[in-house]
């Protein structure tokens, strides 16, 4: 079946300190990935995404994720944290064909400390 | 408009109570979808339109789900006869074509059902 494992429920760092949120997905195809993230009340915005070619990809707001299929991970990360990266982060997979929807992880909720 | 726009932002309904949520997205967008979102969960699919055409409706909850867009572009969420479990946000989103392009959020509709 199709899945995605977000380990950590919440997340606390230092403003300045860098960021590595997990994600670990089961997806019987080649898989499309994706980082969203959510302010309260806001829509999700999205962060990057995967689709093929180079594992390591960039994003908006200066986040990175790497793509290790042996792992079946998409970790993401950032190298200094901002207090106003404080939000939701969701992991999500998608298809390789057609529209296909996204499945998306239980989400992890950051908080940065000044 | 600018971004995909839902409205109301807040709906109270009483057990049992019909309700229809409405969602505009991007103009020219050609996919539109719609999850679910239970409180501190991640979005769950719901339903998929391509134009006016409904190609997926497997994650409807039930047969009180019905979602529509007649026309191709503004969408229609409904829900007979409410029941608490349907308490949740509602978010739509719409894409140029399908996941492989970028898929833009509203604000969603928070539903409560009292």
């Known amino acids: 079946a199709q899945s995605v494992t977000q380990p950590d429920i919440h997340i606390t760092v230092s403003e300045g300190a860098s960021l590595e949120l997990r994600c670990n997905y089961s997806?019987?195809?080649?898989?499309?990935l994706f980082w969203y993230v959510q302010s309260p009340g806001q829509g999700l915005q999205l962060l990057l995404k995967?689709?093929?070619?180079?594992?390591l990809v960039q994003g908006i707001k200066g986040f990175e994720a790497e793509f290790k299929r042996s792992q079946s991970s998409f970790n993401l990360r950032k190298p200094s944290v901002h207090w106003s990266d404080a939000a939701e982060y969701f992991c999500?997979?998608?298809?390789?064909?057609?529209?296909?929807?996204?499945?998306f992880g239980a989400g992890t909720r950051l908080a940065v400390h000044p | 408009g600018a971004g995909v726009s839902q409205s109301p932002r807040y709906k109270v309904a009483k057990r049992g109570q019909d309700v229809a949520l409405r969602c505009d997205p991007i103009?020219?967008?050609?996919?539109l979808f719609w999850y679910q979102q239970a409180l501190g969960q991640g979005p769950e699919f719901l339903t998929y339109?391509?134009?006016?055409?409904?190609?997926?409706k497997s994650g409807l909850p039930s047969d009180r789900f019905f979602a529509e867009r007649p026309e191709g572009s503004v969408s229609t969420l409904k829900i007979q006869r409410t029941q608490q479990e349907d308490s949740a946000v509602y978010l739509c989103?719409?894409?140029?074509?399908?996941?492989?392009?970028?898929?833009?959020f509203g604000q969603g509709t928070r539903l409560t059902v009292v």
């Open positions: 995967y689709f093929s070619g180079d594992t």
């Open positions: 103009s020219g967008h050609v996919s």
């Open positions: 339109f391509q134009n006016e055409a409904q190609l997926d």
């Open positions: 999500a997979v998608g298809g390789s064909g057609g529209y296909n929807k996204l499945i």
């Open positions: 997806y019987g195809a080649t898989p499309y």
């Open positions: 989103a719409s894409s140029l074509a399908g996941v492989n392009t970028e898929a833009f």
